[in-house]
Nanobody, 126 residues
């Protein structure tokens, strides 16, 4: 069974930074891309960022462009989300997810991802 272990969440003041990590482990599997999503209280889960495993092409939601950066370490099967200039509206539970194949879904679609982490809380105080 593939597992995703997230870390790095916490409480930070507005304007601060955090770096989330997500490590994949378990049986053999294919990673086409890894994505980050978030869910704020009372809201739907939304796409944040994604990175293709081969080539490192990245995708971002408009709300985080220029502030968040996703990267990966293929040798460690780990993806990172560097979050700078955080705002209170970034407060949410952040999830990482694995996409195993290219398929027809856009990278921003939850349905494109088959394996999800447990989530890590990010709280930005004003």
């Amino acid at each position: 069974q593939v597992q995703l272990v997230e870390s790095g969440g916490g409480l930070v003041q507005s304007g601060g930074s955090l770096r989330l990590s997500c490590a994949a482990s378990g049986r053999s599997y294919n990673i086409y891309a890894m994505g980050w999503f978030r869910q704020a209280p009372g809201k739907e889960r939304e796409f944040v960022a994604a990175i293709r495993w081969s080539g490192g092409v990245t995708y971002y939601a408009d709300s985080v462009k220029g502030r968040f950066t996703t990267s990966r370490d293929n040798a460690k099967n780990t993806v990172y989300l560097q979050m700078n200039s955080l705002k209170p509206e970034d407060t949410a539970v952040y999830y990482c997810a694995v996409r195993s194949n290219s398929g027809s879904y856009l990278m921003s679609r939850e349905a494109a991802y088959g394996i999800w982490g447990q989530g890590t809380q990010v709280t930005v105080s004003s």
